[in-house]
């Protein structure tokens, strides 16, 4: 996977559809003190509160190893109380299993600056362009490495479509029916609950009246990839309007309109939904996928560890 210096904080996309050009997180030889765990470490655990976990260095693979144990089910499903455990390795921030660790460099660290900032597509210089046209070439997305998931199958039972199965649960959301993680149940919750509490403001009575649907979970590899996409997770919400009036909503369906020409769309003519609604899902927890240069303005995704980057 190739790298695009150029375009700094512009190529930052999680899930899997971007590679994250951010900072690295400091490597293991700069932690001074190997019998505190490191305050990166903490912070990233601290948006998963539920989580247990202890951390000892490892001096044989020169890196912080990390045990953790999670209730398998949240209390609301009234299952029976249960654990699951993992055991990854922080390595710079991608917390990777032991196997992993000696193709480290294939995949992305899991916190980066989330970049809730639009960029006008006028903007893009000539070599910019032909960099995201590449980023956004079949051969690009299909190359290995990208997010590293082992957290996330972890964290959301995702090991097989039918494990994950039996934590997901029927909801409406916005008086749309979807199926989402039990995890997120919580904070989605929370975003319905603000925005209907603006649902009088004619940008948001607008938005709900043209709202479609709210499709969450879909067993699925992302497109053009091996990887496995968050909505296989549950995690992603994707919101269709009604009608368009003829503006872009997804990247790939414009290059597959206008070729390589997709980028240059202008943030006029692309659909998004009203900003105070953007707003409500990132106060909860959700980035949005149209800030991404592959975007895809319908999509929210939950990764509570991203929001606090943007600030």
Not at 94 to 114: F, M, S
Not at 293 to 310: G, R
């Amino acid at each position: 996977m190739k790298k695009f210096p150029l375009l700094s904080i512009y190529f930052v996309i999680l899930a899997s559809f971007c590679l994250p050009l951010s900072a690295q997180l400091p490597p293991h030889a700069q932690f001074a003190n190997k019998s505190f765990v490191p305050a990166e470490i903490k912070e990233f655990m601290n948006f998963y509160p539920d989580i247990e976990y202890s951390a000892i260095f490892d001096k044989e693979q020169n890196d912080w190893k990390i045990d953790m144990t999670a209730d398998l089910y949240f209390e609301r499903t009234k299952k029976p109380k249960t654990k699951k455990t993992a055991t990854f390795y922080w390595a710079d921030g991608r917390l990777l299993p032991k196997e992993e660790l000696p193709n480290k460099e294939n995949y992305w660290v899991l916190q980066y600056e989330y970049e809730n900032k639009l960029r006008d597509p006028k903007t893009y210089t000539a070599e910019e362009i032909e960099q995201i046209k590449e980023f956004g070439s079949a051969e690009n997305r299909k190359s290995e490495g990208g997010t590293p998931m082992f957290f996330f199958d972890f964290l959301y039972s995702a090991q097989s479509q039918k494990i994950i199965e039996d934590h997901i649960i029927k909801t409406k959301f916005l008086g749309k029916a979807t199926r989402i993680h039990e995890r997120i149940w919580t904070p989605l919750k929370n975003v319905e609950k603000k925005i209907l509490a603006q649902k009088d403001t004619p940008e948001i009575k607008a938005f709900l009246a043209n709202l479609k649907s709210c499709d969450a979970y879909h067993w699925r590899e992302i497109v053009q990839t091996s990887r496995k996409s968050f909505h296989s997770y549950g995690i992603a919400v994707d919101i269709l309007p009604k009608r368009l009036n003829r503006k872009a909503i997804y990247w790939s369906w414009e290059k597959d309109r206008l070729g390589d020409k997709w980028m240059l769309v202008p943030l006029e003519k692309r659909w998004m939904p009203p900003a105070e609604v953007r707003k409500i899902f990132e106060e909860e927890g959700f980035i949005w996928g149209g800030y991404w240069v592959i975007f895809d303005n319908m999509h929210f995704e939950y990764h509570p560890e991203l929001i606090k980057m943007s600030n």
